[in-house]
């Protein structure tokens, strides 16, 4: 379906000014620093790179007028970067994790303060992970196309289907904010939304902080391996993380995660030993070996008392039961509040927060259990939401 202007409420159209110049960027800076919030999105090509390549970076800020800014043609950023860190001005965006990395590839910082329109739907009953055309469809009645999403964002000239394409993705969205930031206000929900976003920008800091010392956690069987291929793992997972940032490629195409699990396990002392690992390439062998060796022998010199703990194993059938029924009392407890279950706790959570309870139970022997860890996403705004429902649910 084609979109046209009379289609769309008064105030809202698909028109859009292409942004090549930096003159035109610099002025548009000092106009747009006296504005309460920017509605933005980017589009961006992610196929063969570790960083996703900006095609565009889209703005209304809250007139009828969406610009088009070109990241292949400008170069004059500073002004625009102070605007994307100034506290004052609230940036608007649906799904704003793939945009946060464009922002972190291309200029080195973290928008901030963010308003992301797909969180405070959660908040607000639309649904988890509600698309931008379902929320246009909800607060304006209208459809939007979807057509251009897969477009080549990087070819120039854009056609303007592209270029209407991308301008309807900012200019509905100053309406919906506007209607979501009341909403959020009348629920009450407000700062539990503030916290989510908050909490959601601090880890994109903490990316860029290049802190990479607990990837290995996300590695399917780590738990498996002994506190010494623990720690191998853990300085290999660190190793892969800096490598494809300086190499411009997705962290599997340096090396997979089965194949750092088995490096780890194996403890390779030479090349010919690594060479035995399944399905490492030549390129691997070639570009990448002399370094895993490398930090394999690093790995040595750890101490034993900085070893990382090894992790708890899966749950078992006796403690699956018990499991069942804190999920049953998460999407019990997420009905009456409104809020879909995904919001509210995540099963990973609860299987971090099962274990860390398993594991004091059989340290206490019988005794007055100890206090739990809870995962960090569990504490602030969920936190009395979930407890001692939650506890009391696990118990054996």
């Known amino acids: 379906m084609t979109v046209t202007n009379d289609m769309l409420p008064t105030g809202i159209n698909q028109d859009y000014i292409l942004v090549t110049d930096d003159e035109v960027l610099q002025a548009l800076c000092q106009e747009w620093k006296d504005r ?27 007139d009828e007028n969406n610009y088009l800014l070109d990241p292949l043609a400008l170069t004059q950023w500073d002004l625009f970067k102070a605007l994307m860190l100034d506290s004052d001005i609230t940036k608007i965006f649906h ?37 931008y055309q379902n929320l246009v469809r909800h607060y304006l009645e209208i459809d939007l196309p979807k ?18 394409y991308a301008a309807l993705d900012v ?23 503030q916290e989510e976003c908050e909490r959601l920008l601090q880890n994109y800091r903490d990316e860029m902080a290049s802190d990479f010392s607990s990837y290995y956690l996300n590695i399917r069987g ?56 399944e399905d490492l390439d030549r390129n691997f062998m070639r570009h990448e070996a002399g370094e895993v060796l490398a930090v394999i022998k690093e790995a040595d010199n750890v101490p034993a008392e900085a070893l990382p703990s090894e992790l708890p194993k899966p749950l078992d059938g006796r403690v699956k039961s018990r499991m069942r029924k804190a999920q049953n009392f998460v999407e019990t407890r997420a009905a009456e509040l409104g809020l879909p279950v995904e919001m509210l706790s995540r099963k990973r959570w609860l299987t971090s927060l099962m274990q860390d309870l398993v594991a004091c139970e059989q340290e206490s022997r019988g005794k007055n259990v100890p206090e739990v860890m809870l995962p960090d996403e569990m504490n602030g705004w969920r936190k009395p939401l979930l407890l001692p ?5 696990m118990k054996a």
């Open 147 to 164: 057509g251009e999403t897969r477009s080549d964002w990087l070819q120039r000239p854009l056609d303007p289907k592209q270029c209407h």
């Open 389 to 393: 429902g939650l506890m009391e649910a």
């Open 222 to 277: 780590a738990w498996q391996l002994s506190q010494k291929a623990l720690n191998r793992l853990k300085l290999l997972a660190a190793w892969r993380e800096y490598r494809a940032r300086k190499r411009n490629k997705p962290r599997n195409w340096i090396v997979q995660d089965k194949q750092l699990l088995e490096i780890s396990r194996l403890d390779p002392r030479s090349l010919d030993e690594l060479a035995t690992v």
């Open 171 to 193: 200019a509905c969205l100053p309406v919906i904010y506007q209607s979501q930031k009341q909403a959020l206000v009348e629920s009450g929900r407000q700062s539990w939304f």
């Open 36 to 62: 309460p919030f920017l509605a933005m999105d980017t589009e961006f090509i992610r196929t063969s790179t570790f960083y996703p390549r900006a095609g565009l970076i889209q703005i209304n800020a809250g």
């Open 95 to 131: 799904s704003c994790s793939e945009d946060l990395q464009v922002f972190m590839a291309e200029m080195q910082l973290v928008p901030t303060p963010v308003f992301d329109t797909q969180l405070a739907g959660a908040f607000l009953g639309d649904g988890f992970g509600c698309s």
